[in-house]
């Protein structure tokens, strides 16, 4: 129940295009969702994050969208470019709880 | 700012050998993480610190010894470790342990021979 599944496991879109990132969890008390972007050999930098009051957070480029009663949550990079070639991490918590990670998704973008 | 800071960047050991690594922030946060991540994995957490003391212990050897000298400071003390312990440590820390947003260092880079 403390799991957060990640998919895909990779990913290789064009650039321009959206690369589309999904997880998936089962504890319902979890109520802090971020995505980590992680680059090779890098720490793991907060990209953005979302609560379960909204459905949906856009910052930039980058849009978590959030649905409670499928307990899904997904990453969409608008316009993806070769420097968003990484890999991302979603994650979930509670209050006191630590961040229960997904397995990651190496996501590639083609010049 | 959102820097924490970790050093050294690169760590080379011997198993018989002891070192410390070092993780500082200055953004007045109260909790303190070390973490260890394997090449394509995620990060696994080691231990946590509340308002420096150590509040989360996730079954890690004794060979690793995290200490907590005030608020700003974390270090990760070495010793006798093994090959499988090469990995890439990471510090975080957040503003409070329920606050949910982390904020990681760059890494040290560990490989023990």
């Known amino acids: 129940q403390q799991q957060v599944k990640q998919s895909p496991q990779s990913l290789i879109v064009q650039k321009g295009g959206i690369s589309i990132i999904n997880c998936a969890y089962e504890n319902t008390a979890f109520d802090y969702f971020p995505w980590y972007q992680q680059f090779p050999g890098k720490g793991p930098a907060l990209l953005i994050a979302?609560?379960?009051?909204?459905s949906e957070k856009k910052e930039g480029r980058f849009t978590i969208s959030f649905n409670k009663s499928a307990k899904q949550f997904s990453l969409h990079i608008m316009d993806s470019q070769p420097g968003d070639s990484a890999t991302y991490f979603c994650?979930?918590?509670?209050?006191?709880?630590?961040?229960?990670f997904g397995k990651g998704t190496t996501l590639s973008v083609s010049s | 700012d959102t820097e924490v800071t970790q050093t050294p960047k690169h760590l080379v050991m011997g198993m018989t050998n002891k070192k410390s690594l070092k993780c500082e922030q200055h953004m007045g946060h109260r909790a303190m993480y070390w973490y260890k991540q394997k090449a394509k994995k995620p990060p696994e957490l080691m231990f946590v610190y509340s308002y420096e003391k150590l509040s989360i212990n996730e079954s890690v050897p004794s060979r690793f010894s995290p200490e907590c000298p005030n608020s700003s400071l974390l270090n990760l003390h070495l010793h006798a470790l093994q090959p499988e312990d090469s990995a890439l440590y990471l510090c975080?820390?957040?503003?409070?342990?329920?606050?949910?947003?982390?904020?990681f260092g760059p890494g040290t880079r560990l490989l023990v021979l």
């Open positions: 994650a979930a918590s509670s209050i006191g709880t630590a961040l229960i």
């Open positions: 975080a820390s957040s503003q409070n342990r329920d606050s949910g947003t982390q904020y």
């Open positions: 979302i609560r379960p009051d909204v």
